[in-house]
């Protein structure tokens, strides 16, 4: 924190300074206000994505686990020949 000047030789921090610096402050939070809202967002779809994604492969993986089985069968007799 800067202080007063008082004895140092510095200008006094002004209270149109301070105010400039809140401003800047506000405009920055509500700049992080509004990225931290897109990244949560962003967090949403790339779970959805994620999800679907395994989803889908499970249900290859059970597909091509069942042409195996099917490709493995024939090769028994048939039933009642």
Known sequence: MVRSGIG????????????????????????????????????????GALHRARAENSHLRRQLADRHAAIVQPTQAPLGR
């Open 8 to 47: 140092t030789g510095r200008h006094p921090v002004t209270g149109q300074v301070l105010r400039k610096q809140i401003r800047q402050l506000k405009e920055l939070r509500a700049a992080d206000t509004e990225e931290l809202a897109q990244l949560k967002a962003d967090v949403e779809a790339l779970v």
